[in-house]
Nanobody
Framework: QVQLVESGGGLVQPGGSLRLSCAASGNIFSINAMGWYRQAPGKQRELVTRITSTGNTNVADSVKGRFTISRDNAKNQVYLQMNSLKPEDTAVYYC???????????????WGQGTQVTVSS
């Protein structure tokens, strides 16, 4: 199976920056898209941003100009640089990947366990 492990969450003041990392490991045959979702209390999980293996990106309007996603295909890692953080960015951030663990298995959605990001003064 494929495992995703996030790191880099924590407490930061409004206007500050934080960098999240996610590493994929295990039986990786191929990974297509990797990205980040977030979920705040009482709200649905939402897409923050994602990137394909070819570098195409999707970015939520709420974070455009502030968050940047990047990916290291060789390491199967994805990063989220968060700048100009706002209190409304407070949420659990989940790493996500779409891929397959073998050539015989269908494409599957993989999820990390999440890392807490809190923006507060």
């Amino acid at each position: 199976q494929v495992q995703l492990v996030e790191s880099g969450g924590g407490l930061v003041q409004p206007g500050g920056s934080l960098r999240l990392s996610c590493a994929a490991s295990g039986n990786i045959f191929s990974i297509n898209a990797m990205g980040w979702y977030r979920q705040a209390p009482g709200k649905q999980r939402e897409l923050v941003t994602r990137i394909t293996s070819t570098g195409n990106t999707n970015v939520a309007d709420s974070v455009k100009g502030r968050f940047t996603i990047s990916r290291d295909n060789a390491k199967n890692q994805v990063y989220l640089q968060m700048n100009s953080l706002k209190p409304e960015d407070t949420a659990v951030y989940y790493c996500h990947a779409t891929g397959r663990s073998s050539r015989y298995t269908p494409e599957y959605d993989y999820w990390g366990q999440g890392t807490q990001v809190t923006v507060s003064s």
